[in-house]
């Protein structure tokens, strides 16, 4: 499967923004989706994450309440609405699919055997 991230851009501090991850050649109701984020010279960590049917979520505790992720099987895109946005949520943004038709939703990069290219997203103090 091929994934397009898209949606990124610089936003004040407090500002929102919707990143969408488009997938293509694959069925996208067979994969869990996550978001995971990379800073400079940071490694990649993971933000959030939602099952096959779009039921159940997780995210990370930094992100917990300020982010959404979100789904549509129809369109083939999973979404990451974000609000309250700190500088030191700036980084890039990466959507992953993992097809483990496991119960509990991965956290970590080694689930996840499809990545998009990434989005940056900058947010200014």
């Known amino acids: 499967v091929q994934l397009q991230a898209s949606g990124g851009g610089l936003v004040q501090a407090g500002g929102s923004l919707r990143l969408s991850c488009a997938a293509s050649?694959?069925?996208?109701?067979?994969?869990?989706m996550g978001w995971f984020r990379q800073a400079p010279a940071k490694e990649r960590e993971f933000v959030a994450a939602i099952s096959m049917n779009g039921i159940r979520t997780i995210y990370a505790d930094s992100v917990k309440g300020r982010f959404a992720i979100s789904r549509d099987n129809a369109a083939n895109t999973v979404y990451l609405q974000m609000s309250s946005l700190k500088p030191e949520d700036t980084a890039v943004y990466y959507c992953?699919?993992?097809?483990?038709?496991?119960?509990?939703?991965?956290?970590?990069?080694?689930?996840?055997?499809?990545w998009g290219q990434g989005t940056l997203v900058t947010v200014s103090s």
């Open positions: 992953a699919a993992d097809p483990s038709w496991t119960r509990m939703l991965g956290t970590t990069t080694l689930r996840y055997v499809y």
């Open positions: 050649g694959g069925t996208f109701n067979s994969y869990h």
